[in-house]
């Protein structure tokens, strides 16, 4: 059985950072690929980033330059480091597991 567990949201101030942490447990690759999702009230849900199994990453292009995905595969841990937040930033962000296993979310609110 697969899990995927998220933490680090919460509220902070534009202009702010925040680091999220996923964590795997159960069955796990290194070569997965791992990804962060997220979704704002009453929009689609969309793809933040990425991390091959090789170290290769992808951002969406509205957060590129500002949040930055690492894997650490011995721990089974993925991170998400937010910086310089806006709060079109404002979401729930999901972590997932080779594309198919999903985190529960954690919520991240960028306001003043």
């Known amino acids: 059985q697969i899990q995927v567990v998220e933490s680090g949201g919460g509220l902070v101030q534009p202009g702010g950072s925040l680091r999220l942490s996923c964590e795997v447990s159960?069955?796990?690759?290194?070569?997965?690929?791992m990804y962060w999702y997220r979704q704002a009230p009453g929009n689609q849900r969309e793809r933040v980033a990425y991390?091959?199994?090789?170290?290769?990453?992808g951002y969406l292009y509205s957060v590129e330059g500002r949040f930055t995905i690492s894997r650490d595969n011995s721990k089974r841990m993925v991170y998400l480091q937010m910086n310089s937040l806006k709060c079109e930033d404002t979401a729930v962000y999901y972590c997932?597991?080779?594309?198919?296993?999903w985190g529960q979310g954690t919520q991240v609110t960028v306001s003043s």
């Open positions: 997932v597991a080779r594309g198919t296993f």
């Open positions: 159960g069955s796990f690759s290194s070569e997965w690929t």
């Open positions: 991390i091959t199994g090789s170290g290769s990453t």
